[in-house]
């Protein structure tokens, strides 16, 4: 079965951090690619960070220099250290694996950036 439990979202001031964390099935944790994805209300869901099995990043053009993702290959978990959050930041944030086409989802987690 496989599981992405998603938490550490909360309320921020803008230029404030946040540490999001996916808990993730060990069937798949070493197999896959895992990524954050965010969805702002009114907007398509977009992706913010991509790591792969071996540690390979990539980052979305409007977080690169503040967002950092990582893995632990120990607790079967990935991160997102999130600094300098800004407004529009301010999203569900999911994690998601992607298994031979199909996309598995967490239940998200709520991240809002305001004063």
């Known amino acids: 079965q496989v599981q992405l439990v998603e938490s550490g979202g909360g309320l921020v001031q803008p230029g404030g951090s946040l540490r999001l964390s996916c808990a993730v099935s060990r069937s798949i944790f070493m197999l896959y690619p895992l990524a954050w994805y965010r969805q702002a209300p009114g907007n398509q869901r977009e992706l913010v960070a991509t790591i792969t099995s071996n540690g390979r990043t990539n980052y979305a053009d409007s977080v690169k220099g503040r967002f950092t993702i990582s893995r632990d290959n120990a607790k079967n978990a990935v991160y997102l250290q999130m600094n300098g959050l800004k407004p529009e930041d301010t999203a569900v944030y999911y994690c998601?694996?992607?298994?031979?086409?199909?996309?598995?989802w967490g239940q998200g987690t709520q991240v809002t950036v305001s004063s």
């Open positions: 998601n694996t992607n298994i031979y086409g199909s996309q598995r």
